[in-house]
């Protein structure tokens, strides 16, 4: 068999909740559920009818038999995510336990519960209590606690050694001629090895292999020493690398081998992108350019149907409708499916991923910091790979203006600094208003900073505010990382919810030190603390989409207010139309680059034409072919379709080319 093989355990799944908590007592775990019903995985119950409004305890079962060519082999049990608190048996033997965390990977080695031959059974009980020992802390949290088997579980089939996790990076390095050019990039980084069991000597074979789509373009073969159960890896040069760009989302396939004695007995997977984004001053740099960004933040688990437990074509629907709505970057509340940022990753979408604190306690103090370590290390070390992530959250609205949350901050940001020096580290404040220079968000490497002055921050002077914010942090960039309006707390609809969004944009765009706005929210979402609707339907309705994902006319600004270029049409005496494309140098504001204008006439005629690279604030003068401006009697070049498209497919702007005329 091959090194490694990964089993879905997706289906024939059986489920039953324990409201009087019975499951323990009568050994559920030995004797299987009484009276299971069978479900498929990913699962929540608090999407089925009379569960709604369960917190508790539910049990899963599953069976399976060993191949025989797992025979001798090690075999673990992977979680992509439970919540909460879970408990694994094998065969009436526990496996292992996980707490404190819902929505982080873990895996069990089942190897010495796993029968070879006749059937084996899985059991598992998952809580979603409410709790004080965990995060998010009792119910200090504005999203749904939905429980269950959350994501995805897999069996993993290896070889005696074999890779826990890899922490692989891609640097590029910039010619000094040319800063928008990498001369060269090195892959590099370690491997966790799995378990703790003792190692041959003290080296493994190593393999690495690269490649960009189909073609090989690097490999190398070593022994390479491992100390601690790390396994550092020799850096890898490629030669003028493509750069990752959520225009152009580059990535590269890593092909990491193990083994000993002249076999393989662990492969793995991972896909990078060789990419640098820094700050200077109060810029946001990406691969050394200053760019301002237009980014939205979403709240997965809110369809009805599904929950938390939205399967990965759903969740690439929603991140499709971010995408269309010419956003780029944006934030998480709570920790994310790798599949989730696989996609982000290959589609261009800048991420900050979060530790789940929220609200309480309002004061964290040193007594949490295990645990919040604990949501960083199973963060960070799963999902360091990752091209889209470029900051790492660590934690969201907790009272900012506490020295004690300063401490804590900076605190928890040089833990994640030991795991991750690479990237930025941000704590997300709703109190920086107050007083900037205090607040606990200055503990990161920007200000994240989340803006509802007019409603739940009363009424004050918002350029004031932000010019206060300027002079006190002149060499951190300022990240507004919400704003918008929550229903039915105030009264205006989506009418002044679309307001709110044009009017708080006009007023960012004048002061350079933002360099990025994440609008609160792409969706209406399901929420414990919801004031609208009841059961899976409890919501807070604060997006620009409905629970089922359903537009509202503010989705249509928001896509306007996001296009990073502008285009008009004009036309002369003689009937030539032209199309002038300016690149926005405000919000967002970067470097336009491999876009292309698509026309398509009322007779079906069509033409693409190629825009040059702009920089910010430059415009380019396209000429449309006679052939889509006449048809029949006289020019109808109106009524011709028009669509900006980006690299990736997603387009930035449509419509009939008379809506974009310009009166000469």
């Not at 559920?33 to 929540?44: F, K, N």
């Not at 309002?362 to 949501?375: C, V």
Request: a negative charge.
């Amino acid at each position: 068999m091959q090194s490694r093989l990964t089993v879905p355990l997706q289906g024939s799944w059986r489920f039953q909740a324990d409201p009087d908590n019975e499951g323990v007592k009568q050994q559920w775990y030995e004797r299987g559920l009484p009276e299971g019903a069978e479900v498929t995985i990913p699962h929540t119950w608090n999407v089925q009818a009379g569960l709604e409004e369960f917190r508790g305890t539910g049990w899963y079962a599953y069976s399976f038999e060993c191949e025989p060519a797992w025979s001798g082999k090690t075999l673990r049990l992977q979680f992509d995510a439970a919540y909460r608190d879970a408990v694994v048996w094998v065969n009436g033997s526990k496996a292992g336990e996980h707490t404190g965390s819902g929505y982080t990977a873990f895996a069990f080695d089942i190897s010495a519960y796993v029968q070879e031959r006749g059937m084996n059974v899985i059991v598992v009980s998952v809580n979603n209590e409410n709790s004080d020992t965990a995060l998010p802390i009792s119910n200090s949290f504005d999203w749904a606690d939905d429980g269950g088997l959350i994501r995805g579980v897999s069996l993993i089939v290896t070889g005696e050694f074999a890779v826990d996790y890899a922490k692989l990076d891609a640097k590029p390095t910039f010619a000094e001629s040319d800063q928008s050019i990498a001369e060269y990039g090195v892959i590099g980084g370690s491997a966790k090895l799995w378990g703790a069991t003792a190692l041959p000597g003290e080296h493994l074979d190593v393999s690495v292999t690269v490649r960009y789509g189909n073609t090989v373009i690097a490999t190398d073969t070593y022994e390479a020493p491992a100390t601690g159960q790390v396994v550092r890896l020799r850096d890898l040069r490629i030669e003028r690398p493509y750069l990752w760009h959520f225009d152009h989302p580059h990535l590269y396939e890593v092909q990491l081998a193990i083994g000993t004695e002249g076999r393989w007995t662990d492969e793995v997977v991972v896909h990078l992108g060789f990419r640098e984004i820094t700050t200077s001053g109060s810029k946001l740099l990406l691969n050394r350019e200053p760019v301002r960004l237009m980014g939205v933040e979403w709240m997965p688990g809110s369809h009805p149907d599904r929950g938390m437990a939205e399967t990965e074509e759903q969740l690439a629907e929603t991140l499709r409708q971010i995408k269309h709505a010419n956003c780029v970057i944006t934030r998480f509340h709570w920790q994310q499916d790798s599949k989730l940022l696989d996609w982000c990753d290959r589609n261009g979408l800048l991420v900050q991923e979060e530790i789940p604190h929220w609200q309480k306690p309002a004061e964290p103090n040193e007594e949490l910091l295990p645990l919040a370590r604990q949501h960083a290390e199973e963060m960070i070390n799963r999902h360091y790979h990752h091209a889209c992530v470029y900051a790492w959250g660590i934690g969201n609205e907790v009272d900012g203006q506490h020295p004690d949350t300063v401490a804590y901050m900076q605190a928890l940001k040089q833990y994640a600094l030991e795991l991750d020096s690479t990237r930025l580290i941000n704590y997300v404040s709703n109190t920086v208003h107050l007083d900037p220079a205090s607040d606990a968000t200055g503990a990161g490497d920007l200000i994240f900073w989340n803006d509802y002055i007019g409603t739940w921050h009363g009424d004050l002077d918002r350029a004031k505010v932000i010019a206060q914010m300027t002079a006190d942090y002149p060499d951190k960039p300022i990240v507004v990382a919400e704003y918008g309006l929550c229903e039915p707390a105030f009264e205006g609809g989506d009418a002044r919810r679309e307001r709110i969004l044009i009017e708080n944009t006009e007023e960012y765009r004048k002061h350079p030190g933002i360099a990025a706005l994440i609008y609160f929210s792409l969706n209406d979402y399901r929420t414990q603390m919801g004031e609208e609707g009841e059961g899976r339907l409890r919501q807070r309705v604060h997006g620009s989409t409905d629970l089922y994902g359903k537009p509202k006319p503010s989705y249509e600004a928001l896509r306007r207010t996001g296009a990073p270029v502008t285009l008009s049409v004009v036309a002369n005496a003689q009937g030539n139309v032209s199309l002038v494309v300016a690149a926005r140098d405000d919000v967002p504001s970067h470097r336009i680059a491999g876009y292309v204008v698509e026309l398509t006439s009322p007779s079906g005629q069509s033409e693409k034409l190629v825009v040059p690279a702009l920089q910010p604030g430059e415009r380019c003068l396209l000429q449309v072919p006679a052939a889509l401006t006449r048809h029949g009697e006289g020019s109808v070049w109106s009524r011709a379709n028009v669509r900006i498209v980006r690299p990736t497919g997603y387009s930035v702007l449509e419509g009939k080319l008379s809506e974009f005329f310009d009166t000469p």
